[in-house]
Nanobody
Framework: VQLQAFGGGFVQAGGSLKLSCAAS????????MGWFRQAPGKGREFVAA????????YYADSVKGRFTISRDNAKNTVYLQMNSLKPEDTAVYYC???????????????WGQGTQVTVSS
């Protein structure tokens, strides 16, 4: 499966952005999908994941209550709605796919290119 993320940008603290990730090559519904991020000088960290049918979601504590992951399997697209953004959310955001259980964050091994999100204070 090939993944392409887009929708990043520059936003002030407290603002919102919505990221999208388009999947091609394989039916997206075969995969659990997730979002990860990497801030400057830091390792990549898990942000959110969603089950194949979109029924269940899983979030990092740092984004719980602010971010919402969703998917539209008819469009082979996964979304990340980010609200109440903070400067510490600044990172390159990556979408990823897994053939394993959606909460198994180590199993994500299909990656798209990242999209930059910058939150100013």
């Amino acid at each position: 499966v090939q993944l392409q993320a887009f929708g990043g940008g520059f936003v002030q603290a407290g603002g919102s952005l919505k990221l999208s990730c388009a999947a091609s090559g394989r039916t997206a519904s075969n995969y659990a999908m997730g979002w990860f991020r990497q801030a400057p000088g830091k390792g990549r960290e898990f942000v959110a994941a969603i089950s194949r049918a979109g029924i269940s979601q899983y979030y990092a504590d740092s984004v719980k209550g602010r971010f919402t992951i969703s998917r539209d399997n008819a469009k082979n697209t996964v979304y990340l709605q980010m609200n109440s953004l903070k400067p510490e959310d600044t990172a390159v955001y990556y979408c990823a796919a897994s053939l394993s259980y959606y909460q198994d964050t180590a199993s994500y091994n299909y990656w798209g290119q990242g999209t930059q999100v910058t939150v100013s204070s």
